[in-house]
């Protein structure tokens, strides 16, 4: 197993209240979550899988817009995956490194989302071609990841690089997608709420990333979304990418 694969499996596998509350109460996922949900409101997919899919929390967000798609997510953590069985039993959960393991899965799919994955990943270039071989005809790949410089809090997550648009672009094209759109987003509340929490990185990672989140770290979560509101479609450190399966 590749090092940085053993790092992030490592640090997901540890379950904690305070990341499953960082991705339902923080604006950031939140945000994240709406733009693939209308995206694929609008396609209509009748089948869609999560790579890197975590507590399947986006996965459900989907399957509240596509109540009558398949779904199924892959991750690497198993202890991940065996809790979101219990969970949402009607989904396809699969253990495994999307990178490689994606290969062997079973059916093809005409979505594929990866939300905040890439960045993780030691051969980004390879989990895009693995995602191409398990996409069906004309399939959408909808991708989230972040540009600009990498943050302590986001170092010690697991992130080895972002993307700008240019190159998020080329790599779709050279791994057999046909980039749609590609564009950032977030600016000013994204990027500034990305540099407060690396003021004390530490602390920011205890408080909303360990930990259960108490009042005040929903009082912080309220505002943020609030603020969220005003921030630019076209500037900032998120990025989106959506692209078409090309044929082979």
């Known amino acids: 197993m590749h090092e940085q694969t053993q790092r992030n499996l490592d640090y997901y596998s540890r379950l904690t209240a305070g990341r499953a509350d960082y991705w339902r109460y923080m604006p950031a996922p939140r945000f994240r979550a709406r733009v693939i949900r209308e995206i694929l409101q609008r396609e209509r997919p009748r089948s869609v899988i999560d ?19 398949a779904l199924a997510g892959i991750d690497l953590s198993a202890k991940q995956i065996e ?34 994955v890439i960045e993780h990943l030691a051969e980004p270039a390879r989990f895009l071609e693995a995602a191409h071989q398990i996409a069906s005809n004309d399939a959408i790949l909808i ?56 003021l004390s990185a530490n602390a920011t990672m205890e408080q909303f990333g360990v930990k259960p989140y108490g009042p005040l770290q929903r009082l912080v979560a309220a505002v943020l979304r609030v603020l969220f509101l005003l921030n630019s479609g076209t500037r900032g450190a998120q990025l989106f990418a959506v692209a078409r399966k090309t044929a082979t």
Not at 52 to 62: A, H, K, Q, R, Y
Not at 111 to 116: F, I, K, V
Not at 155 to 181: A, N
Request: proline content about 5%; aromatic content about 10%; some cysteine.
């Open 51 to 69: 790579l890197g899919c975590g507590d399947g929390v986006l996965l459900s967000d989907i399957r509240s817009a596509l109540p009558d798609a």
């Open 143 to 198: 991708i989230s990841t972040q540009s600009g410089r990498i943050g302590q809090t986001e170092k010690y997550v697991g992130h080895l690089r972002h993307f700008t648009t240019e190159e998020m672009k080329q790599l779709l094209e050279e791994t057999g997608w046909e980039p749609q759109r590609v564009w950032n987003a977030g600016f000013p509340f994204h990027n500034l709420s990305k540099w407060v929490a690396n």
């Open 83 to 116: 809790e979101n069985r219990k969970g949402m039993p009607d989904v396809e959960w699969y253990v495994g490194n999307v990178e490689t393991d994606a290969l062997a899965l079973p059916r093809r799919f005409e979505a594929l989302t990866a939300s905040e």
